[in-house]
């Protein structure tokens, strides 16, 4: 039985209704007056990509400093291997080498007013929880 589009889901977004409204079923393209704008698996590869680099940069491998490693993108070059990585190894190797020399930084009153932690310190506050 198909079910109508819009019973599946509610469209909330204007800019989702346009791409619906858009979309040519015969040649997986949006259409756009007379351009059509193709959409590929390359593209959908390319945000895969980047959005892997943005949780990788802002939720798992968190830093304090302003510059990039270059680590995430050596991995990025080949998506098929990423389940071959130690992800939880890497995220707690940050955390420990960033809490040992934390206590020298608070303890000298580097910085007394905020301390930072460069880490996923979700994985504190989740691991701290399982100990009561």
Not at 10 to 34: A, K, M, T, Y
Not at 80 to 101: P, Q
């Amino acid at each position: 039985m198909d079910v109508p589009l819009r019973t599946r889901f509610d469209i909330s977004s204007p800019i989702l209704h346009e791409f619906i409204s858009r979309w040519s079923v015969d040649d997986n393209c949006f259409r756009s007056r007379q351009h059509s704008v193709p959409f590929k698996v390359v593209d959908v590869d390319e945000f895969c990509r980047l959005y892997i680099l943005l949780l990788l940069y802002v939720f798992f491998l968190p830093r304090t400093s302003k510059t990039f490693s270059s680590f995430p993108f050596k991995v990025l070059d080949n998506l098929d291997a990423l389940d071959g990585y130690n992800w939880g190894s890497a995220v707690y190797e940050l955390i420990v080498s960033n809490l040992t020399w934390s206590p020298e930084v608070y303890n000298n009153q580097k910085n007394a007013r905020e301390i930072y932690l460069a880490g996923c310190v979700l994985v504190l506050q989740v691991s701290g929880n399982y100990e009561k």
